[in-house]
Structures are given as structure tokens and as C-alpha cells.
């Protein structure tokens, strides 16, 4: 209890260890929600499957089992490593190391485009309140917000997408011969093939998705900032900096900005999940192959492996960004002790 | 900041002072507050009067025929039959005979989206409706009685476990599977929201009620013998009414959002069910060509949702003091004092 980096340590140790239980829980209610959507799998994984050999089949796969023993040997399984593979036998570690950069780009690329728009959207809005200038943000970041993300997505896609030119499927355009990924990180990639063309062709894939996923989440970041700025501004603090005669950027970014930041960190940690989730649709219309596009396939098919593999990578996605949301709100605000 | 300077230049000098009156009631005084900041800001107005038009509206188009109904056949208030009045005017763009166009098998587009304004509006609010009870519930024991070491806490901490197993799968996915899982209907899609949607306000009502906890005045309660149920009845509940009723009213936008956008993925529903995520699934396969049809569905539920947006977003500012503070000096400067 308190602030020094050993109190830190002991507050993310704490919380990391939570997360054991939590992924238990996860993985518990995702096993019995799909061996309950598809209790006979074998006809759905093998369509061509005889009615002579089911059996083998469910007994290759263990389905024969009771469910808390097929739950327990998964965990031990996954302890032990082993993410488990589709029923050809592909296994599902490296699908999702394949996939999971891909979104982790997206999502972070549309973070960074929120944070550098949203908040001084917000800082403006807060300043000139209940004039034009709140009007036009407010209008604008809840046009976003009121925006479903399919309908965002198609909207950017197919129309502005031809219309100035930007590339609104894949991570690539079909490189050939195919350039190595070995970060699966698509800009990076590009930028490790040495070659500028393919640095530009993944920059240019990039944008539109990671535009549609910013600015559909936007107003999160621009509204928190906004009702925050609205309690700091008639601060007396922030009346001194005036007086002492700084600049009027300086005054509200610097001085009045940062006590605000507080609340539009810890809104913009939780809604992680939120964001994760728009990725689902996002990838699915930008045929980004990321994560959420692994997801849905999984999902479809009925592929229980896969499935489980991406429950665990979006639980700890979301349990890391609200880890990173309270640590970040503790190095912000001084008065917080970690506990 | 222009705002300071008028305030500044107004206080005592250019509005002479008023003798101070007593307001007529309460509640008299807070209807003229609250209608006095709606004028300031037009935007909230705006949000307001959408809210309450749609909303009679979509009680209007299940009202006029069931009334009507009893005395001859039915008076629908939309122009053409939404799901059976097929014409052969198939993709039209709108006309003074179709408002909104029609659709690829010549169905009247502006009555489909009105009749869909009922089943999405009251989807949006029954679904948070149910998540605000049931979390909102949750929320406050977690939040109360969260002591440790005894049976309240123990209780508080498996709920707190349980919200964030739920609050860690992101909802689309859950509600997707969970979809998957009871057959791929209205219904169902319906049951699948209400099971997820309650973990968000758990977490605002417990983050509310520990920070009301922590006031002066409820240990003064406490002190003066106050029980723990009037605690929570007279000072909890109370004080928990605005933040609820904030996020409640921007919920509902999101629910319709989120309802629409699985039974758009999902593509669960018969195509001929006037909702709007449906329809703009059905219709994305005629969409740069024939745009009409998805870009008015669009349009349905972004008014819609924008409506509760701009409501709730304007009513924190209103229901939250500091803020109405700053908000009447940016409405009417000469009103401050």
C-alpha cells in the first residue's frame, strides 16, 4: 500500500494472477456453450464422414468423454503449452501467432489515431462549451459513436474507399512473389522487406480500417476528455496558470489537460474490449486477417480449438488494457496508492 | 477565455441585482432549470425531441391499428404493406410515391423502416432495461457490502469474478456464440443480449456507490443510526438515479446498435422481418449500385441512435452539478451571480 515500484510490482503481480481464475471461468462457459451448440461435431468437422466410422472419430477426439474431463485435459493440455488443432490437424498456436498481430497493428494504429484526434477534439469542445465550436465535436464524434460499425465500415469501404483511392481489402496486395512476414505485423513487414513499395502498399491498407475502427470509437475518448475538461477548467489552479500569463495552449494542455487525462485513460483502457470487439466487424468487411476474422471462421465451422485459442487471446486483450488503463491512472494521478 | 471576461464583466455592474426570490417548489424550480439549460443547448433539445417523437411514433404505428382494429379493419399508418405489398417496381430511388425507394422485390422502403422503428426501439429499451436491473442490482450489494471477510464480501467478490469473466469476452462475440447455441433467431438473439448485457452496469454502480460511500454524509447518516437499508434506500439509491439515468439513455442507442449489427453478421433473421440490421444485411448485396436501400435503413437507426445519444449526453451535463454550473454561465451569462 503506497507508491513506491515495489507496491507497483506486488499491484500487477496481483493483477496478472487474477487472471488465471478469469481465463478458467472464460474457457469454461465458451467449452460448455459450444459442446452444447454442436454436440455431435464429427458430421459437422467431416462432412463426408460414413455413419461406421463416427465412432472412431469421436473417440479420436475424445468426445466420448464426460465434460469436465475433456475441460480438464484441455487445461492441462494448454498448461502443458499445447493450444490443441482444428480437427484436419492444423495446429492453432501458430494460426493465432499468424493472426494476432495483424489486429494487434489494427487496434493499436486506431488507438493512437483516437488519442492524437479524440482528446483535443475534446480539449476544444471543452473550451469553447455550449458554443459552435462544442457543437461541431459533438456532432461530429456522435455521429461516430451512433454509427453501427458494419454500417461505418461499408460505407467507408465501398465508397470513399474507390473514391480516393485507397485499398479496402487485405493487409497487402497480393504480393508476388509473396514478401516474408516474419512479424506478421503488416507495416513492419513491409518495412523489413526493404522494399519502399511495400511499405506504402501496407500503410495504405492499414488506413481505412484503422480509420473506420478510430473514428467509429472516437467519441469515448473526446467525451470523457470533454465532461473532464468541464470540471477543470473553472479550477482555481488552472485560473493561476492564466494569470501567471502562459500561453493559452499551454494552459489548457499542459496544465489543465493532464488532471483530465485521468478519467479519459481509465475510459479508453476499459472500453479495450469494445474496441476488440468492433475489430470482429471491422475485419470482417476490410478482409483484414486479423484475429476476429480467425474468430468467425472458427465460429462457423464449429472448430472448438480455434475457438477456445482466440476466447483466451480477446480475455487477455481485454484484462491487459484495463491493467494498462489502472497502471497508467496510478503514474497520472499521485494521489492513487496501488493496491 | 471569452466566457471569464463576459462573466467577469457582467457580475454586478451592467445587470443590476435581482432581490433574491424563493423558488415556488422544488420540482417547479428544476422543470425551469432543466428547460432553461434544454434552451441553452440545442443540440440536447434536439436529442430530446427526437427521443420523445420516435418513441410515440413507434407506440403510434402498433397503437392506430390495434384501435382501430376493433372497429373494422385495421388503419396502418404506414403507406404500403411492409412485408407483403409487393410491387413491380423493383431498386426505385425515392419518389413522391416511395419516400425512401423500394427494394430488389419492389417492397416500400419508408414502411419497412417504420415498421421496424417499434420492434428495434423497444428491443433497445427492454434489453438495457433488463441489463440496468439485473447488473444495476449487482452493482450496488458488490458495492455496499463489500467488507472483507464477511458473507457480503465473499458475495461481492464472486460477483465482481463473475463480471469480469463476462466483461473479458467482448459481447458481440458472447452473444454471437450464445446465438449460435440457441438457433439463430429474433428471439434467441434477444435471450443472448439480455445474458450479456448486465456486466457493464455492474461496474457503474459499484464504482458509484463506493464513491458515494466514501462521502461525509453517509457516515454522518451511519452515526446517527440510520440502518444500512435506509442508507441505501434514502442516500445510495438517490444519489445513483443520475449516472444510471445517463448511461441508461445512451445505452438504448447502443443496444440497437449492437442488436442490428449481430443480426446483421449473424444473418439471423428471415429476410422479410422489417428490422433494420437485417435489412441493411439484405441489402448490401445491391449496395454501390443501388444504394438507396441500405443508405435509408443506415440513416433510420443513426437518427435513432443519435437521438439517445445527444440526449444522454446532454443530460450528464444537466444532471451533473459542477457542470451545470459551467454550462448556464456558457447559456446565459447574465443569469450568473
Redesign the interface.
Known sequence: MGRSPSDLLIFIGKRLA?LV??LI??LA??FV??I??APDPCQLWFPKIKPAQVPGCVSRFGLDQPIPIRFIDYLAQLAAGNWGTTPAGVPVLPQIAQYAPETIELVLTALILMVVVGIPLGVIAA?H???LAD?LV??FY??G???????GA??LA??LG?AIGLPYQGDFSNPNPPIPQPTHFSVIDGLLSGQPYYFGDALAHLALPAFALAFLNL?IAT?MTR?SM??T??MDYVKTA?MKGLSEFWVLYKHALRNSLITTTTVLG?TG??L??ST??IE?IFNWPGIGEY??SA?RQNYFAP?YGT?IV??VG??LANLVADVMYGVLDPRVEWR | ?A?DARAAGDEGETVPPRAPRRPRSHAWSAVRETLSILR????TFLGFLLVTGLTVLALLVELVPAVTGLYGPPVHLYPYDPVAGFTTNLLQPPSSAHWLGTDQVGLDLFSRALAALPIDLSIGFAISGFGLLVGGALGLVAGYWDRPWTLGGALSTTIL??T??F????????A???V??LGRGYVQTILALMITWWPYYV?LVRGEVLSIKAQPYIAAARAAGVTDGGIVRRHVLRNLIEPVVVYYTMDV?TVI?VF??IS??GATFPPTLPEW?TM?ETY?DF??GAPWP?LSM?LA???T??AF??LG?GL??IL?P??R???AQ??SATETA
Open positions: 487474477l481464475p478469469t471461468g472464460v462457459i465458451t456453450l459450444s452444447v451448440a473550451n462549451s455550449g458554443r457543437h459533438r456532432i456522435l455521429s459513436w451512433a454509427m453501427p460499425t458494419y454500417v461499408l460505407l465501398l465508397l474507390p467519441g467525451r465532461s468541464l470540471e477548467l473553472p492564466r476499459v474490449g469494445q476488440l470487439a470482429v466487424v470482417e474468430a468467425f465460429l475457438i476466447v480477446f480475455a481485454v484484462v | 477565455m466566457g441553452a443547448n440545442p443540440l469474478r463473475f469480469d469473466i466483461l473479458s469476452i467482448p459481447t458481440l462475440l458472447l454471437l456464440a450464445i449460435t447455441v461496474r442507442g446498435v442490428s449489427t446483421f453478421i440490421g441493411v448490401a449496395f454501390p441500405v443506415s437507426i443513426i437518427v441512435v443519435l445519444s445527444l449526453d450528464r451535463d451533473d459542477r457542470s454550473r459551467v454550462l456558457a447559456g
